[in-house]
């Protein structure tokens, strides 16, 4: 089995870190945090990000990424994606040799709005990737750490390269469909995020799992408008990487999205919710992109829209749900009509 790098040790890169190290592979972490990467080495635990799991002792970490990635055939790239390009630049550095990339980040970059295999393609010169593959699904670290069984989907604009991360991960607890459609499986391991804030909010003001249910619902309309007219397949959002990441994203206090919208919606203000979370959360970031395209690109999101407001213009929830839930009478497969026809004039 070769070397693997992980690049990222928080707890969806812990999570996948043992998934390789229980395949045999040579699993190194990267982490910028000194004292962390002793706790993984010594301690076999990583008690900030994954309480009370033990790290196989086989996994090695470092806050030297020369060292991390030397030898390396694969880099698994697994932070926040706000330092997609910074760790790209820093990786250019180190590069003595051409490896597969794989991204388990979850985003979009606003102003930009580009998908992180767009930033990393941007940012590291041909010569030394193979290809980039993004790792998407409904999967949270806690469950992945414990070998309970889960299911996510590989994607990459060469199918060889899928083929060869889906190789890497997979075993009996971790299994890994592959797609060819890079940008909606990408798209909707992002978007999913936004709902999951709406979700938590709507569990959080009290409203009861009608109201979850056609947030999702409505949610998963909008993942896939804003989808389809950047390029993605229809069909890919009603699979793993669409309503199967919507459903766990939005019906699991794993989720830490649904816990930050929960917060929200009892009255926390964002600035000490994301204090008190202490991890990156996605969907605030991704919000904020999601509604810059969608105005430039005059597509309807009426519920982006409406946890953009919330926030980003400190609206009140309740106020934004009101205005959802008044808003002008149309037919519910008016959406999905319209986008199978787009398609198919495509």
Not at 213 to 221: K, N
Request: hydrophobic content about 40%; proline content about 3%.
């Amino acid at each position: 089995m070769g070397k693997v790098a992980v690049l990222g040790a928080g707890s969806w890169g812990t999570a996948l870190a043992i998934v390789l190290a229980d395949n045999g592979h040579d699993v190194h972490i990267w982490t910028h945090r000194k004292e962390q990467a002793e706790e993984i080495n010594n301690a076999h635990t990583n008690e900030r990000y994954l309480e009370g799991i033990t790290i196989p002792e086989s996994i090695r970490a470092s806050g030297d990424l020369s060292e991390v990635v030397q030898s390396a055939d694969d880099i698994i790239l697994v932070v926040p994606t706000k330092a997609i390009r910074e760790v790209c630049c820093q990786l250019v550095e180190v590069l003595d040799h051409k490896v597969t990339v794989t991204h388990a980040s979850k985003g979009i970059e606003p102003q930009t709005y580009k998908r992180v295999s767009e930033v990393i393609t941007e940012e590291i010169p041909e010569e030394w990737f193979d290809d980039v593959v993004v790792l998407s699904g409904p999967s949270h670290a806690e469950e992945v750490s414990l070998r309970k069984p889960t299911t996510v989907t590989v994607s990459a604009n060469n199918i060889k390269a899928a083929e060869h991360v889906q190789d890497l991960f997979i075993n009996r607890q971790f299994r890994v469909y592959t797609s060819p459609d890079l940008v909606g499986v990408e798209l909707g391991g992002s978007l999913k995020n936004i709902i999951a804030l709406g979700a938590g909010i709507s569990d959080g003001l009290g409203y009861g799992d009608n109201a979850k249910a056609a947030l999702i619902t409505r949610g998963l309309a909008e993942i896939a408008r804003l989808g389809t007219s950047m390029g993605a397949n229809p069909l890919t959002f009603s699979g793993l990487t669409g309503v199967g990441d919507l459903i766990v994203t939005c019906t699991s206090s794993h989720s830490r999205n649904w816990r930050a919208g929960y917060k929200l919606g009892q009255g926390a203000k964002l600035d000490e919710v994301l204090e008190q979370m202490g991890m990156v959360v996605e969907g605030v970031r991704t919000t904020k992109a999601a509604y810059q395209l969608s105005k430039d690109e005059q597509i309807e999101m009426p519920i982006t829209t409406g946890l953009y407001k919330v926030l980003f213009e400190d609206a009140d929830p309740r106020d934004v749900v009101d205005q959802l839930m008044t808003r002008v009478r149309r037919h519910e497969m008016e959406d999905l009509t319209n986008i199978l026809d787009e398609k198919m004039n495509d």
